[in-house]
């Protein structure tokens, strides 16, 4: 996923959810701060239904404010039931950062918990049947994985296994800290970052109107895909923050369709993936 892209889709999802976590502290401090350096509790990747910076009080400042960024790396689509390796990795300019930190979940968009994850080293712990409802899955920094006095970047692979039959798009929510590693939460900071694994191409299976916006309905919507009416490419084309694979709306396109009329609608990823034509008829 391009650099571009991934902006564009941590600016769509920052309202949707809060990622601002505490990753971790020094273990010079409180028995709390102990567990963070050796990996947070669950339920800190920011994820739908999770603890955001306004519930936790952990960390002032805002979310993805630094110089730094937090990358997943991972397939453009799955098949059921093979396993992928994943990589999470922090990049920052900011010299003071000397210890790292992540967490990851991986949901459908239903907000279940999505195939299984699997740690390669000692670098990961992972946290099963947990966080909100206890049944998702996390994999997490380990004390020995944070990376201690190291500057300019840390990054973790380890494996992920594909659901057993298509589920439709997972969804790979992480947060991560940069941390100045001096023993407090002052001056760390916060990223978030969010990667959709997409089950197959793009389908759509309807559309509305609203106005002048067009709505049209699928799966597989990838984050930057774009809508084409009748062969045009239409502007002012995003993916519903509610609903990130399954809806996009092309803000000014429904004026262009008159009551009673048909056109012919496709959706294209940014991997050139195209669906099969749609034909649309405008209610009367």
């Known amino acids: 996923m391009s650099r571009k892209v991934q902006t564009q889709l941590v600016c769509l999802l920052f309202f949707v959810f809060g990622a601002c976590v505490i990753l971790f502290t020094d273990n010079r401090f409180i028995e709390t701060s102990r567990a963070f350096s050796g990996g947070p509790p669950a339920g800190h990747t920011g994820a739908p239904g999770e603890l955001t ?39 920052t300019t900011d010299s003071s950062r000397r210890r790292w930190g992540f967490q990851l979940t991986a949901l459908t968009t239903g907000n279940q918990k999505a195939g299984d994850i699997e740690r390669l080293n000692n670098l990961t712990s992972v946290l099963d049947d947990d966080g909100p409802g206890f049944n998702r899955q996390y994999i997490e920094h380990s004390i020995t994985g944070t990376f201690q006095g190291q500057t300019s970047q840390a990054s973790w692979s380890f494996e992920w296994v594909a659901p057993s039959s298509d589920v439709g798009p997972a969804i790979f929510y992480a947060a991560g800290n940069q941390s100045n590693n001096d023993g407090t939460s002052n001056g760390d900071q916060i990223y978030s970052s969010v990667d959709i694994v997409l089950s197959g191409p793009p389908q759509i299976t309807g559309a509305r109107i609203e106005g002048k916006k067009l709505i049209v309905e699928g799966r597989n919507f990838d984050i930057g895909a774009t809508l ?57």
Request: charged share 20%.
């Open 53 to 91: 910076c306004s519930t936790s009080g952990c960390h002032t400042g805002s979310v993805n404010g630094g110089p730094g960024r937090l990358t997943i790396i991972g397939p453009a689509t799955y098949e059921p039931g093979e396993t992928y390796q994943i990589t999470v990795r922090h990049t």
């Open 228 to 284: 084409f009416l009748n062969d045009q490419k239409q502007k002012k084309t995003s993916n519903v923050a509610t609903d990130l694979t399954g809806e996009l709306v092309a803000k000014k396109s429904g004026k262009k369709i008159e009551r009673g009329q048909t056109v012919m609608l496709q959706v294209k990823n940014p991997d050139n993936t195209v669906s099969e034509t749609f034909p649309f008829t405008r209610p009367l």
